[in-house]
């Protein structure tokens, strides 16, 4: 082989492939990091959409509970009255601030009032007293332009709200063609501009389905990464030609003293740009000299200009954690958490785990890689943590890792968990540190932002004193179970219960004795309920319980266990003077035996509960 050929190689094998791989390898992360962008975007938007929607159903549900119980409709429908349905449903949409009121009996409307374009109906079965359904209620509180335009302030993104698939009820895009609308996710190209869309399906009116599709002009900012990769693309076609010309130069010129342009060579290729090469002389091996020199120095310009692209890829790394805070998804942080930590240290593996108490071992919830040779060094850095509360950096038979505690911002708060990253043969620099441990304490603060937003979410539903459910949970977890207990022919029981002369308790000893008696019974009816069962506490000294699946003699035996475990209660005094002791009366009722209804099952368990109370007390009555 020729000296030529070999200068030819050896151009190919240290510039061409590494320039194409490096081209290779930083188009596609434009494109990925560009799309996963634009794709979550339109995800977590859409979110927020198909939020509104049920928020907007929801509220019809409130709105359809009542117009459902208005007796004056009820006797339009009994006696078949049309046009005194329709006059008393029109005073009712009017009343309630519903959009449209649509009732339907053998697939045909009844009624049909208020505005067409009214979009996210609640649906509710109409039932007569033998429990037989002879029809549906839909009412709609908002119409389809009302919510494009909310969904518009809320969540930032354009809408089309159609009737099927061709029928446009309300866009806030005028005159969009409907047929280039995707049937779940794509690109819309519209009047000389792109949109990411995507499309959620809803019930309307009537068994129709409403297409709600969002639309996210953002996608257009993507012509700016094609500007970047053509930029991109010229330098390293420029850097190219430049390095070509120079070894078409060399190739040419050299003759003579090869071993010493051999060894500035491999000083070069070691990445040592501090030695020139010597240019004595005025010929053509001075000149290729200089021009080695001057390379050199261009290689390591370049090299200070990738060193300043890394920091400020560090910093893009350092905006996307400063968004976990914000994130209510704990799972799916943890898991954008760890591939983000070894994405932007170069580990092999990473993962994410956390423990219930001080006392628990760690449960794995989240990893990125593989952790086959690695799992001494991950669990001994893990160990580290929770045995010392601070970030821990371990090397062990040739691996390293890093992990850091998630806990609270409090000096002494308990360590919830670990995060680590962990690879082979080199250890972490300075730099890969700082950034794992930032992108660890953003996700220990988000995570204590999940505690916290679901802290507030089991307050809002539970009885501050007792512990159990309040009224309003009861009401609705009620609700839910009537409902399947009319889809699926299964019965449901209701147990109410009231402590017997409790106003005497409070009277005699103080009302924060009485909490105390509430207390202690509200755990002998949580203690005594299946995981399944919603005990509440109904309102003052009166509980419920709720039993899915329950039939009127197994509601009796739970009320008697109930009744029973409070008899033998002794309760002691908050002045340590003795004991009390206290009773209870219970009422049970079962849905479809004893009541067709929600309300009617309510007045049967506590007309039985009353019942007991006027034969006696401290006993069980049936409704009947």
Known sequence: MTFRNRLTLFFVLIVVVPMVSVAFVLFRLIADNESGKTDARIAAREEASIGLAEEARLEGDRVALVIGQDPVLAGALRAHDRAGLATRAEALRRREGAQRIVIVSSGRPLVDVGDRAAAFPSTRDLVDTGGKSFGQLQVSVITANEFAQRNRRVAGLDTVIRLGRRTVLASTIPGIDPSKLPDRQGDVHERGETFRAA???RPGFERGSLSVTV??????QTSAVQKSRLLAGGILLGFFILAFTFAVIVSRSLQRQIDG??????RLGSGDFSTEIPTSGRDEFAALGAEFNKMSRQLEE??????RERVRLREAMRRIGETFASNLDRDALLDIVVKTAVDGVGGEVGRAALRDSEEASLEELAREGRLDGLEDVVRAS??????????????KDGAFALSHPMRGEEPDATVSGVISVARRERPFSQGERELFHYLARQAAVSIENVGLHETVERQAVTDELTGLSNRRRFQDALAAEVERSKRFDQPVGLVMLDLDDFKRINDTYGHQQGDV???EVAKILRDSSREIDEPAR?????LAVVLPGTDLEGAFNLAERVRAGIER??????????????TASCGVATLPTLAYDQRSLVEAADEALYRAKRTGKNKTVRAG
Do not use: C, H, M, W
């Not at 370049?302 to 060193?307: A, D, K, M, N, V």
């Not at 893990?382 to 090397?395: F, M, N, Y």
């Not at 109904?538 to 009166?542: A, D, L, V």
């Open 199 to 201: 499309t959620f399906q």
């Open 215 to 220: 639309l996210d002009p953002s996608i257009q």
């Open 261 to 266: 342009f051999l060894q500035a060579a491999r």
């Open 302 to 307: 370049r090299l200070t200009e990738l060193g």
């Open 382 to 395: 893990e160990d580290k943590v929770l045995d010392t509360g601070r970030p821990s950096e371990i090397a």
């Open 517 to 519: 008696v509430l207390r």
């Open 538 to 542: 109904y309102g003052g000294e009166e």
């Open 569 to 582: 209660l002794e309760i002691p005094l908050l002045n340590g003077e003795g004991t009390i002791r206290v």
